[in-house]
């Protein structure tokens, strides 16, 4: 038994109703298309029928103030500008590789095209013709239908290609076919194609799989059958949590619509969910507020601004620029936003305020002490790399040393510049802070103490005389005790490493304390960023300020992502927002 639609435009269709689709190897590439094209979640599921101490900060600081100035007369040929990105400045890592490229490029096979994809509809003969000189071992139908979506390809073109396949079998197209045409029809926004292939999945599927969903109700969301995109979301929630673009989407779809309590109760709905909003989403409602006369309205967009500052999100160039639009557009408030940089010193160049200090108060420096003690020291897997008995001896020799003012990854920072001895790098680091009266411990393996051509004894019984050795077996794991001994000397100590400790951030049991662990970070890691000849060192400074969303009452400061700025997510954003309330 067969149905005939006659829904979807321009060619006769037959669906035969067999409430069971075979889900062999030959759907598989539904699946990689689904979250290659749309970027569903991978919880999918195919669809079915029910389915305290000294501290020495003055030396510190001097330390960096005299570092950045070289004496008259040093060479300065190799000096790096003051304006040289900071360790976790925006865009940073990118510039880093830019400077240290591979020493070849991987260079890629080309790929040859057995066919040009038609760029425009064709009859049965022409259809026949192409698979008939198509030399691929995938199954031409599925390739090409995947070739078309890939390259966003007319509508008309994949209409006429669905034409064909159900000439061919009697009516039959494949559920992986005509999912591939409804995400044309959704990138085309034609919506009245959407529609017909709603129609006919509600008639020959009692329940879809969520990638099916999830294009139904993008495209459905333009039409004035928006509210039935609610529906398929309720579908989704049967068996997953949604996506955070499946609420997006439907949040879309209420603002188009005017349905500003289904907006929120949707967004409050999302946040239960622990999932992070799109920022897109958080964007829709600033838009949209540009003609919302309302306080309650008003106060929960303030409320997504705080949501970005508890959360360290930033908004893209595009949102700032909404923020900044909704701010000034509010009546009689009087507000005025200029986007602007943070000076060194951590003032706004826009309106003179200073921006947070980047220094935990006692209270969080406590917590987080805490919490690494206990998640990355003890409870980590360092005892991969370290014995118990070595860690104990460690914890025993920082118990009886003063407070450190600096601790040094010394093989990390031996290893910092590949053409020089690294013995003789690790003594220029150690000899000059040295000299600014700092208390120094230096972490090392005890390889390091054997005579060789890179490490030679007379330099590193110098580097003893000036720091606070410890040597760790040659199979141990540095970090941990840079962390402990860094903690353990107090909030005024710093650590030099270029190791950025992500694996350790993500040992932490919770976001706010990884948040808390990335501040410290900041205010903590002293990075060497060049060395020039007659050993001069050359550090980059502390960042003084957070970089985070944050209000005065009659100020806000956004820092926000440049568009064409690649940002990882170690790095922080070097752009501002500036809004102040004008007297």
């Not at 070739?147 to 008309?156: E, F, K």
């Not at 499946?246 to 949707?266: E, F, M, P």
């Not at 420096?365 to 070595?390: A, N």
């Amino acid at each position: 038994m067969t149905f005939c639609f006659t829904g979807i435009r321009s060619f006769p269709k037959l669906w035969k109703s067999n409430p069971y689709l075979g889900l062999g190897p030959a759907h598989s590439s539904v699946c990689l298309f689904l979250k290659d094209c749309y970027g569903i979640r991978n919880q999918q599921k195919w669809f079915s029928l029910k389915t305290a101490s000294p501290q020495n900060t003055k030396a510190v600081n001097l330390l960096i103030a005299k570092a950045r100035y070289p004496r008259k007369g040093e060479d300065n040929k190799k000096q790096v500008s003051s304006d040289s990105p900071h360790l976790f400045a925006a865009g940073a890592a990118k510039k880093r590789s830019q400077m240290n490229p591979q020493s070849k490029d991987h260079v890629l096979s080309p790929v040859r095209d057995t066919i040009q994809l038609p760029t425009k509809p064709l009859n049965s003969e022409e259809w026949d013709k192409l698979k008939e000189d198509f030399k691929g071992k995938a199954n031409f139908e599925n390739w090409i239908s995947s070739q078309m979506a890939h390259c966003r390809s007319s509508v008309d073109v994949a209409k006429s290609l669905l034409a064909w396949v159900a000439a061919k079998n009697n009516g039959i197209i494949g559920y992986d076919l005509l999912v591939k045409y409804l995400y044309l029809c959704v990138f085309h926004k034609q919506t009245s194609e959407v529609i017909d292939v709603y129609e006919i999945m509600k008639t020959r599927y009692k329940s879809l799989e969520s990638g099916g969903n999830s294009l139904l109700i993008r495209g459905l969301i333009h039409s004035d059958r928006w509210r039935e995109a609610l529906l398929l979301l309720e579908d989704i929630k049967k068996v997953m949590i949604p996506s955070k673009k499946n609420y997006h989407d439907c949040i879309q779809g209420a603002l188009l619509h005017q349905d500003v309590k289904t907006a929120w109760d949707l967004y409050q709905e999302l946040l239960g969910h622990d999932v992070v909003p799109m920022l897109e989403t958080l964007k829709a409602f600033f838009d949209f507020g540009k003609d919302i006369k309302d306080d309650q309205y008003s106060n929960k967009l303030l409320d997504i601004l705080l949501y970005l500052r508890n959360n360290q999100l930033y908004p893209g160039e595009s949102f700032a620029h909404s923020v900044k639009t909704w701010f000034e557009s509010v009546p009689g408030e009087q507000w005025k936003g200029q986007f602007t940089t943070i000076q060194k010193s951590g003032q706004c160049l826009g309106c003179g305020k200073t921006i947070e200090s980047i220094r935990l108060s006692p209270e969080e420096y406590e917590f987080l002490k805490g919490k690494i003690l206990r998640d990355v020291i003890d409870g980590g897997d360092q005892y991969k790399k370290t014995t118990p008995q070595e860690l104990k001896r460690f914890q025993n020799f920082v118990k009886h040393c003063p407070p450190f003012d600096i601790v040094i990854d010394g093989l990390n920072v031996a290893k910092m510049f590949p053409k020089s001895r690294e013995s003789q790098v690790l003594l220029d680091v150690v000899s000059q802070l040295a000299k600014q009266n700092l208390r120094l411990l230096v972490l090392g393996r005890k390889h390091m103490l054997r005579q060789g051509s890179r490490w030679r004894r007379d330099e590193m019984e110098m580097v003893q005389k000036q720091a606070s050795c410890f040597f760790a077996d040659n199979i141990s794991e540095d970090d941990p005790f840079l962390l402990y001994a860094t903690l353990h000397s107090g909030n005024h100590c710093k650590f030099i490493t270029k190791d950025l400790m992500r694996d350790h951030k993500a040992c932490l049991p919770d976001a706010k304390t990884q948040r808390l662990f990335f501040k410290w970070q900041q205010g903590h890691q002293l990075a060497i960023i060049n060395r020039l000849p007659g050993s001069k060192i050359t550090f980059q400074r502390i960042l003084s300020h957070d970089t985070v969303v944050q209000t005065t009452g009659d100020s806000w400061h956004i820092p926000y992502d440049e568009d064409l700025v690649e940002r990882y997510s170690y790095e922080v954003p070097t752009k501002w927002l500036c809004l102040h309330r004008q007297t």
